[in-house]
């Protein structure tokens, strides 16, 4: 049996059919996972996703730390509850994990890790952070939930005291804030509106309850990797990994080479793929346009151009048709065909993400 | 609790097996199969007139989780996939032993005897097992 998280038994109660997931066991669906996909896209979902990874960073030189550790450059973190997504990469440029970084304080910074790659992530920031001074910790004693969809900060709201409420409702957008002994924050990972909150564990479970009682339906991974596909977000050890680098990821945006003086971890190996123009290959969206459902490692053909290979695929509930991430030859135009069972099918390629604020997104 | 009709055939694998008047046979994926899969999004059904033999893969069904092979029950030619999968893959789910039939096959000589189908009743035994 797998690590539990706080709402485990709650799950269960719930009806929830139990998976492992990096090692822990999680709901993948409670009832339909296309109804709990529609949930978020169209009013609003609560997933648990407490087994991600929550460290706090403390001391005077965090900000450098973390100018060493991350691709994305935290000197963009000037206001405070900011957050940024970063990779973070080892000497060769691949990718250890993805990662939000709070900017809290100038001596205290949050980090939220991947739950399949904390053990290596927590020695990798310890390693760095020992140089810096800067003291880690796991905050093992916080739940977290997911509250997104178009209704989702509105029904999390009623969570709260009026003051935090208000203060809650006035978030920007990538931007958190320490409301009494909680942390809300306007993030996610579905491509709609939403909250992200960490309380302490014992507060997980009536939260919860009140939030099916307001009507927010109980969600599962299922859902979750369904809406974050559709919403062109990567998975990490699906559509990169240490064996791949930003640029063939489509997570070039993330990347801050500027200012040129920061001296970030794996920059060397970067600006070599950039020396030499540019990365063989490059993460695109598909849609398929025969029937059928694209899955991870099915074989992509690229006329004239050669092959590559899907890194994630599904249907997508809402729009109906099957779409995937796969990466390709940098050549890569607009039309693919995939291999399913033998048979050649129909793709086209499209910039993600595939659907946003419960849209179609892509053209 | 599955639904287990008590007229039909089962293999362990969670296909069921109707006999029909004509002496051909439907089939197609148990209550208990569906459940498991959750929401299915496409079916691949054989063409008539291809020869299976038992146990071979000859339909896919999916859902948005993942892809499952459906095995032949037993051998035979196949006389119809169901056309109505195409557009409502979701009728597997909703009808699982009546609208959601995968395909129709004609045994071949002695195939139906030899094959090693379940009662309703050792087939609860299997999904009792399973623990489904």
């Given at each position: ?5 706080p ?13 492992d ?6 709901p993948?669906?409670y009832?339909s ?9 169209r009013a609003?979902?609560?997933f ?5 990874c929550?460290?706090d960073?403390k001391g005077?030189r ?9 691709a994305?450059d ?9 957050a ?6 080892n000497?060769?440029g691949?990718?250890?994990d ?6 809290l304080?100038?001596?205290?910074f949050r ?14 920031i ?11 910790t796991?905050?093992?004693d ?5 509250i997104?969809g ?8 009623q969570l709260?005291?009026?003051?935090d409420?208000a203060?809650?409702?006035?978030l ?5 804030r320490?409301?009494?002994?909680w942390?809300?924050?306007r993030?996610g990972y579905?491509?709609e ?14 939260a919860?309850?009140k ?6 339906a109980?969600?599962g ?18 559509d990169m990994d240490e ?7 489509g ?13 970030f971890?794996?920059r060397?190996?970067?600006?070599a793929?950039r020396?030499?123009?540019?990365p063989?290959?490059?993460?695109v969206?598909l ?5 059928g ?5 099915q074989?992509?053909?690229v ?14 509930p ?17 039309r693919?065909q ?17 659907v946003?604020?419960g ?5 | 609790?599955?639904n287990v009709?008590?007229?039909?055939k ?5 296909e ?5 008047a ?11 199969a569906?459940h ?8 691949e059904?054989?063409?008539?007139g291809?020869t299976?033999?038992?146990?071979e ?8 989780k ?9 051998a ?12 409502a ?17 004609r ?12 009662s ?10 399973e623990?489904?």
């Amino acid at each position: 049996m797998g690590r539990k998280t706080p709402l485990f038994s709650l799950h269960q109660e719930l009806g929830a059919r139990i998976v492992d997931f990096g090692g822990w066991d999680m709901p993948v669906q409670y009832s339909s996972q296309i109804g709990e996909h529609h949930a978020v896209r169209r009013a609003a979902g609560v997933f648990d996703v407490s087994h991600m990874c929550v460290v706090d960073l403390k001391g005077p030189r965090v900000r450098a730390l973390l100018a060493q550790l991350l691709a994305n450059d935290v000197g963009k973190l000037k206001a405070a509850g900011k957050a940024l997504y970063s990779c973070m990469l080892n000497e060769r440029g691949g990718v250890i994990d993805d990662l939000i970084v709070y900017f809290l304080t100038e001596s205290w910074f949050r980090a939220v890790v991947n739950a399949g790659t904390r053990d290596k992530d927590l020695a990798w920031i310890r390693r760095h952070a020992a140089t810096f001074g800067v003291e880690v910790t796991e905050r093992t004693d916080l739940a977290m939930l997911a509250i997104q969809g178009p209704e989702a900060r509105a029904k999390a709201a009623q969570l709260l005291t009026a003051a935090d409420a208000a203060a809650a409702l006035e978030l920007g957008v990538f931007v958190g804030r320490e409301l009494s002994s909680w942390f809300v924050a306007r993030t996610g990972y579905t491509g709609e509106d939403g909250f992200e909150i960490m309380m302490p564990a014992a507060d997980a479970l009536p939260a919860w309850r009140k939030l099916n009682a307001l009507g927010v339906a109980s969600c599962g991974l299922g859902a979750r990797d369904t809406l974050r596909l559709e919403a062109g977000m990567n998975l990490y050890g699906n559509d990169m990994d240490e064996n791949t680098e930003p640029y063939e990821s489509g997570l070039g945006w993330t990347v801050a080479l500027e200012p040129r003086a920061r001296a970030f971890v794996g920059r060397e190996a970067l600006e070599a793929i950039r020396a030499r123009g540019g990365p063989a290959a490059k993460l695109v969206g598909l849609v398929l346009e025969d029937r059928g459902v694209l899955r991870g490692h099915q074989k992509v053909l690229v006329a004239g151009v050669g092959a590559g290979e899907i890194t994630s695929g599904t249907f997508s509930p809402t729009l109906e048709c099957s779409i995937a991430l796969a990466r390709v030859p940098a050549a890569t135009a607009d039309r693919v065909q995939v291999d399913i069972r033998g048979k050649l099918l129909n793709a086209k390629v499209v910039k993600p993400p595939f659907v946003r604020f419960g849209k179609r997104a892509y053209s | 609790m599955s639904n287990v009709p008590a007229d039909l055939k089962y293999t362990k694998s969670h296909e069921w097996v109707r006999t029909l008047a004509d002496g051909t046979v439907e089939i197609g994926i148990t209550d208990h199969a569906q459940h498991a899969l959750g929401d299915l999004v496409f079916v691949e059904v054989p063409e008539a007139g291809r020869t299976v033999k038992a146990d071979e893969p000859c339909a896919v069904v999916e859902s948005v989780k993942a892809a499952s092979d459906v095995y032949a029950p037993l051998a035979g030619a196949i006389t119809a996939g169901n056309p109505k999968l195409a557009d409502a893959p979701e009728t597997v789910n909703t009808d699982p032993y009546g609208e959601g039939w995968l395909m129709r096959m004609r045994p071949a000589a002695g195939a139906l005897d030899s094959a090693e189908l379940l009662s309703a009743a050792d087939y609860q035994k299997v999904l009792a097992a399973e623990g489904g």
